[in-house]
C-alpha cells in the first residue's frame, strides 16, 4: 500500500527541472517533486502537510500559488528570492549558503527518515511556522573531536548577532552507524555543552540520525534556525 504524499516539493517554470530532478533521485517516501507550467495552478489536498515552493523566475506565480496552500493551513516554506512573505511560513534568508536541491534534502531528511533520537514533522512545524526567515547551514567534522569540530564551525556561523534575532533552532547529527569509529557519549558532550549554552530565549530541539553516505571518520552536523527579525541579524 502506497503512503499518501504528505510533502510537496513544487518548481515553477522550466528554470526548476534540474532541482526538481534531483530531489525526485533522493527517493523519499510521502514526497512528491513536480515542475509547474503554465498555466501555473496548483491545489492543496487534505493530505499535504508541506510544501516548498522554489522558483528562479515567476516570483508572483509562486507567491499566489504559496498563498492557496498558507491559507489551507499547509506548512508554506519559499526557496526564492522577491518573495511575498505574507503567503509563506518562512522563506530562506541570503545567509544560506547552502545549493538549493542540498537546501531541500536538509529540510526533508529529519522528517522521512527514522532518527535515534527522535524527530518529526510536528517538530519542524514548530520550529518554521509563521517565522517569516529561516536558514540552514551545515558543517562537517573529522577525525577525533569531530562533533567537536563540527560544533565549533556551527558556533562561528551562529555570531552574537544573528543569535539575537533567532527564536528556534532544530540541530540534526549526522554519522554512519556501521562505521569503525562510533559516537561516545564523551564526544556527543560537545553538542549538548552547545545546545545548553544557547540562549534561553531560543526554542531548541537535537536530533541524531544515521547516515550511511558519511565515511566512518565523519560527522555532519545541520542546523535550521528561524525567526522573523532574522533578515536583520
Known amino acids: 500500500m502506497s503512503l499518501p504524499t504528505s510533502f510537496r516539493v513544487i518548481g515553477i517554470g522550466e528554470a526548476t527541472k534540474g532541482i526538481i530532478e534531483t530531489v525526485k533521485s533522493y527517493g523519499y517516501d510521502c514526497v512528491s517533486a513536480t515542475v509547474l507550467t503554465e498555466p501555473f495552478e496548483c491545489v492543496p489536498t487534505d493530505e499535504d502537510k508541506m510544501v516548498i515552493i522554489v522558483a528562479k523566475d515567476n516570483e508572483d506565480h509562486a507567491n499566489s500559488i504559496a498563498k492557496t496552500f498558507h491559507d489551507a493551513g499547509v506548512l508554506t516554506l519559499g526557496l526564492l528570492d522577491n518573495a511575498d512573505l505574507d503567503c509563506y511560513d518562512s522563506v530562506v534568508s541570503e545567509a544560506s549558503c547552502t545549493e538549493t536541491p542540498d ?3 536538509a529540510i526533508l531528511q529529519p ?4 532518527g535515534m533520537i527522535a524527530y518529526d514533522f510536528n517538530d519542524l512545524r514548530a ?3 509563521d517565522t517569516k526567515h529561516f536558514f540552514i547551514k551545515a558543517v562537517m567534522g573529522y577525525g577525533e573531536g569531530r562533533i567537536a569540530e563540527a560544533v565549533d564551525c556551527i558556533k562561528g556561523a551562529l555570531t552574537s548577532s544573528i543569535l539575537n534575532t533567532v527564536e528556534h533552532i532544530s540541530i540534526f547529527l549526522y554519522f554512519n552507524k556501521d562505521g569503525q569509529q ?5 564526544e556527543m558532550t560537545a553538542l549538548t555543552d552547545f545546545v545548553s549554552g544557547l540562549p534561553e530565549s531560543i526554542y531548541v530541539i537535537w536530533a541524531v540520525y544515521p547516515d550511511e553516505s558519511i565515511e566512518d571518520t565523519e560527522v555532519k552536523v545541520s542546523i ?3 525567526g522573523k527579525e532574522l533578515e536583520n541579524g
Open 224 to 226: 535550521l534556525a528561524a
Open 127 to 129: 520550529t518554521l511556522a
Open 103 to 105: 537546501l531541500i534534502k
Open 111 to 114: 522528517i522521512v527518515t527514522q
Open 182 to 186: 562510533p559516537l561516545t557519549m564523551q
